[in-house]
């Protein structure tokens, strides 16, 4: 599979609509006029994915100050994310992607490196989408670990 398209500051944030993990319908279109952190991440519970949706978890209220809504958003099951959720104490929504339509049109899916295989799979990405629906930051191949510390210095946070 090739690599999808990557998005670029300035780029239009493509708009999504994904169920949480009650079920319920989340869109990007719910975040205008706000500034929101979309994440993406390959698979709840596993201890990279964890370190980063609890690191969110830890700075949210710091994020939330400076104007800032995280959605996390992985190829799992509503039923899964709520078990993720529910064992983490998260408080942010975390949406459901199982056919990859978003992953794909924010260029998080694609061909990457694990244990030195080139693999299918989630690239570990991150966004700032400002009030107006443009791409403010973009962020590919990030590491789980001390992400969320990089994004805050980075937005001064």
Known sequence: ????PRLE???T??????????GNTV????FKGRKVIVYFYPAASTPGCTKEACDFRDNL??????????????????????????????TFPLLSD???????AWGAYGEKTMYGK??????RST?????????ALAQYNIRATGHVAKLRRDLSV
């Open 27 to 30: 869109t990007l279109a719910d």
């Open 127 to 135: 966004f700032v989408v400002d009030e107006k629906g443009k791409i």
């Open 9 to 11: 500051v300035g780029d």
């Open 1 to 4: 599979m090739p690599q999808t």
């Open 98 to 104: 199982p056919d990859r339509k978003v992953l794909e």
């Open 61 to 90: 209220a710091e994020l939330g100050d400076a104007g800032l809504d995280v959605v996390g958003i992985s190829p799992d099951k509503p039923e899964k994310l709520a078990k993720f959720r529910d064992a983490e104490h998260l």
């Open 118 to 123: 080139t693999v299918n799979g989630v690239i």
């Open 13 to 22: 944030a493509p708009a999504f609509s994904l169920p949480d993990a009650d």
